[in-house]
């Protein structure tokens, strides 16, 4: 996730929340925030670790989560705003890569 620098607190609280559900998440390994900054923007990276792709997919398509997202949407259809912080969010994910057995 990346934030206009004076808006990180919206990320700080969106970690504290992710951090509590994902408590329950099956199949999680560990998870790590990672925060990089610059002049203008602010970087919150979740690193997180599975035991499956298939459980990491269950977390990001679980229904609260969806309908979260659904219902942030419809809100800033209604009633945009000229001056909303832009943040922006990239979903990354990797596979093990055993270099060993080359």
Known sequence: FEIEKGYE???VKKRE???EKLAEAKGLISFECWKREN?????????SKWESQADFKAWISREDHVNEHKE???KRKENPQPDQVKMKKTLRAY?????SNE
């Open 9 to 11: 607190e919206r990320l």
């Open 17 to 19: 929340k992710d951090k």
């Open 39 to 47: 002049t203008e923007m602010v970087e919150f990276v979740y690193v």
């Open 72 to 74: 942030m949407n419809k």
């Open 95 to 99: 596979e093990l890569y055993d270099y």
